[in-house]
């Protein structure tokens, strides 16, 4: 197995291709863990690379919202009173703890998505 760190975007590019021949692997084979470990290098130099940036957390309710076809309602038991839902959705008021919390165990959004400092509208 020759397989060396990725440092370059050509090393990148040359891993992937590997990759692409290696889809097929059945695990526990030298070929298998040759994907696996040239997976986990693409994995490093992609986060070193090509870091995601996290949602805002407004955008990320209204997401799962329209997603799964809830409404103010729907979110109430996880926020309080449709007042509180709007106020949360318009930007008038933060997310607490609690709602954070709700939301991420009821409706699955990533908490670091949630406590992701919200951007600013002008």
């Given at each position: 197995?020759?397989?060396?760190?990725?440092?370059?975007?050509?090393?990148?590019?040359?891993a992937l291709?590997?990759?692409?021949?290696?889809?097929?692997?059945?695990?526990?084979?030298?070929?298998?863990?040759?994907?696996?470990?040239?997976?986990?290098?693409?994995?490093?130099?992609?986060?070193?690379?090509?870091?995601?940036?996290?949602?805002?957390?407004?955008?990320?309710?209204?997401?799962?919202?329209?997603?799964?076809?809830?409404?103010?309602?729907?979110?109430?038991?996880?926020?309080?009173?449709?007042?509180?839902?709007?106020?949360?959705?318009?930007?008038?008021?933060?997310?607490?703890?609690?709602?954070?919390?709700?939301?991420?165990l009821e409706?699955?959004?990533?908490?670091?998505?949630?406590?992701?400092?919200?951007?600013?509208?002008?």
């Open positions: 197995m020759n397989i060396k760190p990725i440092k370059t975007d050509a090393d990148y590019r040359a291709k590997e990759v692409e021949t290696l889809m097929m692997a059945e695990p526990n084979t030298p070929e298998g863990e040759k994907l696996d470990v040239l997976v986990t290098l693409i994995e490093a130099y992609e986060r070193k690379h090509f870091p995601l940036e996290l949602p805002d957390p407004v955008e990320a309710i209204k997401f799962e919202m329209e997603q799964k076809g809830l409404s103010v309602k729907d979110l109430e038991p996880m926020i309080g009173k449709s007042n509180r839902v709007y106020e949360v959705l318009n930007r008038k008021r933060s997310l607490t703890l609690r709602m954070i919390q709700k939301l991420h409706l699955g959004i990533a908490d670091e998505s949630l406590i992701n400092q919200p951007v600013e509208i002008r």
